[in-house]
């Protein structure tokens, strides 16, 4: 991929993560509690995958893409520790909300994960801003 087509992907990952992060409000709106947790953590995952893409860091499955956030960005102190534990929540969550049969989120448990996945998203946009401006 070239320098070019990085600054491309990745921009459009943030745009995207933006929309996810609208589209889980429109859900919670609504009352579709697991919907609404699947967008957050996706939310974050684009951002995230962003980031990564970025550093040349890929990677082939979310379980991954968790972990070499960590591994990069937490552990080494660029990110705060709250971010890699929201990105872990939110991963075991969507899991919880999508898979398991008889399991439905509420009000209670999705609506205070709005703030930090935002501030998640903007973190990451700022450490990519000056990066990432188009050619």
Not at 39 to 46: D, E, G, P, Q, V
Not at 102 to 125: G, S, T
């Given at each position: 991929?070239?320098?070019?087509?990085?600054?491309?992907?990745?921009?459009?990952?943030?745009?995207?993560?933006?929309?996810?992060?609208?589209?889980?409000?429109?859900?919670?709106?609504?009352?579709?509690?697991?919907?609404?947790?699947?967008?957050?953590?996706?939310?974050?995952?684009?951002?995230?995958?962003?980031?990564?893409?970025?550093?040349?860091?890929?990677?082939?499955?979310?379980?991954?893409?968790?972990?070499?956030?960590?591994?990069?960005?937490?552990?080494?102190?660029?990110?705060?520790?709250?971010?890699g534990r929201l990105l872990a929540e939110l991963f075991d969550s969507?899991?919880?909300?999508?898979?398991?049969?008889?399991?439905?989120?509420?009000?209670?448990?999705?609506?205070?994960?709005?703030?930090?996945?935002?501030?998640?998203?903007?973190?990451?946009?700022?450490?990519?801003?000056?990066?990432?401006?188009?050619?």
């Open positions: 991929m070239s320098e070019s087509e990085k600054k491309q992907y990745v921009t459009h990952r943030l745009e995207t993560a933006y929309k996810t992060l609208d589209a889980a409000k429109v859900l919670a709106d609504s009352e579709f509690w697991n919907s609404s947790i699947n967008r957050l953590y996706y939310a974050a995952f684009y951002a995230v995958n962003a980031l990564l893409v970025w550093n040349n860091i890929l990677t082939k499955s979310h379980s991954t893409t968790k972990s070499q956030f960590s591994l990069h960005f937490v552990k080494t102190g660029r990110f705060d520790k709250k971010h969507r899991q919880k909300g999508d898979y398991e049969n008889i399991f439905d989120y509420d009000a209670e448990r999705v609506l205070p994960l709005f703030e930090p996945v935002k501030e998640l998203i903007a973190a990451i946009e700022i450490e990519l801003e000056t990066k990432c401006k188009p050619d």
